[in-house]
């Protein structure tokens, strides 16, 4: 039996949005490859130091903006997976709110006032605590199955 008869074909759309999700971290990712040449902080440094850069705020906020998005990624691809096998469509639609979230949390902190991420970034918290609700509805209808 293959894929196609075990998830529902909804489940395209949460295949969807996860790469979707994957558009943006390379974005995140080129757009701290660009912090690196304009605040000069050379590879392999992670984070720059402020006392040998005196703009290593501006760059430690783009670079701890992707770090965090990294952070959460496996968990957000989990809870995607799992929970999109039972609710695809919600999932997606769930996802979707947090790549947008995510996308302003970047752009917030990126400004260097790390604070402007949890304008519109801190309401991504609440699709990913959708998402863990479908994973363990799912969950629960293997247990009980």
Not at 77 to 84: H, K, N, R, T, W
């Amino acid at each position: 039996m293959g894929a196609a008869e075990f998830l529902p074909k909804e489940y395209g759309y949460v295949v969807i949005v996860l790469v979707a999700y994957c558009f943006l971290n390379f974005w995140m990712g080129f757009q701290v490859g660009k912090a690196r040449k304009t605040y000069k902080v050379p590879y392999p440094t992670l984070y720059a130091s402020e006392s040998d850069n005196k703009e290593a705020k501006l760059f430690n906020c783009v670079q701890r903006g992707h770090q965090n998005s990294l952070e959460w990624m496996p968990v957000y691809f989990m809870v995607m997976i799992l929970g999109g096998m039972k609710h695809p469509c919600v999932c997606a639609a769930l996802g979707s709110v947090y790549i947008v979230t995510r996308f302003f949390y970047f752009k917030g902190y990126a400004t260097g006032d790390p604070q402007n991420r949890l304008k519109l970034g801190k309401y991504g918290f609440l699709a990913l605590f959708g998402l863990i609700v479908c994973t363990i509805s799912f969950g629960v209808t293997l247990v009980l199955s």
